[in-house]
């Protein structure tokens, strides 16, 4: 689950994720992507940029827990 904001400026972010992915399907680099959804600031390319899923590893775990 992408993070809604920015864990430093706290910018609002987390409506962009699909979109981000989108434009890196059609073949765009990550730098273009981000450009163009006007995340300029490094701490938001930062997010994009680190972000990844661990739902499907946690999803292993089911009931493990407890």
Do not use: Q
């Not at 920015?6 to 890196?24: A, P």
């Not at 073949?27 to 273009?32: A, F, I, L, S, V």
């Amino acid at each position: 689950m992408f993070p809604i904001r920015c864990f430093t400026c706290g910018k609002v972010i987390g409506h962009l994720w699909e979109e981000y992915n989108r434009k890196l399907e059609e073949g765009k680099t990550k730098k273009e992507a981000l450009d163009e959804l006007g995340i300029e600031r490094y701490c938001c390319r930062r997010m994009f940029l680190t972000y990844k899923s661990v739902i499907k590893e946690l999803s292993k775990f089911k009931g493990a827990v407890g």
